[in-house]
């Protein structure tokens, strides 16, 4: 995952303003940060790590030199947590019959998960001719428990679904897809276990004077990929 640094500036900056702060980049500057973050001492900046804290606060101090006021509250770090599922069981049955367990994604949060006709879950059905992915999209960003039944007619992208499994927020609800057509009766039994990963936005904020409302919104992100278990001329470090 890519976590993301903001600077969110109000679109108030009028033309004369921009060319007065025209000198504020130099190049010494942009090689000093750019030659901190990329130094040894942060060790690659893995997302997860103590590393990745080091340069969040490293951000932090840059931004508060700069003048920059946080987004909400107090802190310029918004910290969430995320979950990376690892399947353990599943069981998919349909009309009183096993069924292929790869036509059936779970996405959830919850460690042990059984779900049939009358657990109150909400009825999606995604037809051929429909976009797939933006359907499940919505589906999956409704907040709401959810199981979807998709036309065979998308088989061949089905498991390019799974994608949406790898890396979840921690949420009461879950979502169902299923390939294939409705049956009478079924149950879905399924049961993860999870790694959880804290991670931290950084968040800066530059106001402006004539629209309060108004965002022009500057990102990146900070993490990059660790320390690599194989050396490449002695450096381990990316």
């Known amino acids: 995952m890519k976590l993301t640094l903001l600077l969110l500036v109000l679109a108030a900056t009028t033309t004369a303003c921009a060319q007065k702060e025209s000198n504020v980049i130099n190049v010494k500057e942009v090689q000093r940060i750019e030659s901190t973050l990329a130094s040894d001492g942060m060790r690659g900046r893995r997302a997860g790590t103590p590393d990745i804290d080091k340069a969040a606060n490293f951000i932090v101090d840059e931004f508060k ?13 918004q910290q969430f947590t995320m979950l990376r599922p690892k399947l353990n069981s599943l069981k998919y049955e349909a009309d009183g019959a096993d069924a292929d367990t790869r036509n059936v994604i779970v996405i959830t949060s919850q460690p042990d998960l059984k779900v049939d006709e009358k657990s109150g879950y909400q009825i999606e059905t995604i037809a051929t001719g429909e976009n797939l992915f933006q359907r499940v999209q919505s589906i999956v960003r409704s907040n709401k428990n959810t199981i979807a039944f998709i036309d065979n007619g998308f088989a061949q992208n089905f498991s390019r679904l799974m ?3 790898r890396q979840i927020f921690k949420s ?5 897809l299923i390939l294939g057509s409705r049956p009478k009766q079924f149950t879905v039994k399924a049961e993860h276990s999870f790694e959880e990963t804290k991670f931290a936005n950084v968040v800066g904020v530059l106001p402006g004077k004539s629209r309060k409302n108004e965002y022009v919104i500057f990102s ?19």
């Open 220 to 238: 990146g992100h900070y993490d990059h990929l660790g320390i690599a278990r194989q050396p490449l001329n002695g450096d381990s470090i990316y």
């Open 65 to 77: 030199k700069a003048g920059l006021q946080p987004f909400q509250g107090n802190s310029f770090l």
């Open 172 to 176: 009461p609800n879950s979502t169902i």
């Open 163 to 165: 994608g949406l499994e």
